[in-house]
């Protein structure tokens, strides 16, 4: 298993469906099982696209940033910041599994939305 090439796949997967192609970015990227943990999205690769497809219809001025990608055996994270409208920011981690064909067959994910106030001057990205 490369991680590099999984890396650089998992990236392009996700950029691909938020930026309006899930249907493309399922074809490209997915093998035959696509499990799917985050309880707003429909189990499979339809429910993946038909979220997708949606929210692309509602919020096409949304905007995405890969800030860190790190892979292990057969999982990628990847680490996003999206700006929404109204400049509603959100931080994202995606952890994406992958099968030995080096297709994404499994996907968790955990999203925050940016506070205005913070404890700490830290950011989260």
Not at 5 to 31: Q, R, S
Not at 76 to 81: E, F, I, K, N, Q
């Amino acid at each position: 298993m490369n991680t590099d090439t999984n890396k650089k796949n998992a990236i392009d997967f996700y950029k691909t469906a938020y930026l309006g192609k899930p249907k493309e970015a399922v074809e490209k990227y997915v093998g035959k099982e696509y499990i799917q943990h985050n309880p707003a999205v429909a189990n499979g690769t339809q429910g993946f696209i038909d979220y997708f497809d949606k929210m692309q219809r509602e919020y096409p001025e949304k905007t995405i940033e890969f800030l860190r990608c790190i892979a292990e055996g057969d999982l990628v994270a990847l680490h996003t910041r999206q700006i929404w409208p109204g400049n509603d920011q959100y931080v994202t981690m995606d952890f994406f599994r992958f099968d030995e064909a080096g297709k994404i067959c499994e996907h968790w994910d955990s999203i925050q939305q940016v506070p205005t106030n913070a404890a700490n001057n830290n950011s989260m990205f």
